[in-house]
């Protein structure tokens, strides 16, 4: 089974950038999907963007996609999350998982990561 650590959150200003990278550990990184997910506070979880094992295939949510740009190394066994063009509205917990396939819903994900803080403030 795979584990997951997530790192690179912080404080930026809007219109700043963030670069999130997802970490794993185990043999079998490259038979999962990773998807990454955020939870801003009193919110539920929301899905962000996903990668197909490859990485040929990606799936951005309508309000991130143009700005966050998202990558796999399957030699490193990361995934990153380039975030472009930071809003305060993008402010929330950011979360990786692990999944057969990309998955939009949180319940579909079989394993996660702690989540990496970011915050978009002025």
């Known amino acids: 089974q795979v584990q997951l650590v997530e790192s690179g959150g912080g404080l930026v200003h809007p219109g700043g950038s963030l670069r999130l990278s997802c970490a794993a550990s185990?043999?079998?990184?490259?038979?999962?999907?990773i998807t990454w997910f955020r939870q801003a506070p009193g919110k539920e979880r929301e899905f962000v963007v996903g990668?197909?094992?490859?990485?040929?295939?990606?799936y951005y949510a309508d309000s991130v996609k143009g700005r966050f740009t998202i990558s796999r190394d399957n030699a490193k066994k990361t995934v990153d999350l380039q975030m472009n063009s930071l809003k305060p509205e993008d402010t929330a917990v950011y979360y990786c998982?692990?999944?057969?396939?990309?998955?939009?819903?949180?319940?579909?994900?079989?394993?996660w990561g702690q989540g990496t803080q970011v915050t978009v403030s002025s």
């Open positions: 185990g043999r079998t990184f490259r038979m999962y999907a």
């Open positions: 990668i197909s094992q490859s990485g040929g295939n990606t």
């Open positions: 998982a692990a999944a057969s396939q990309i998955v939009t819903m949180e319940r579909g994900a079989n394993v």
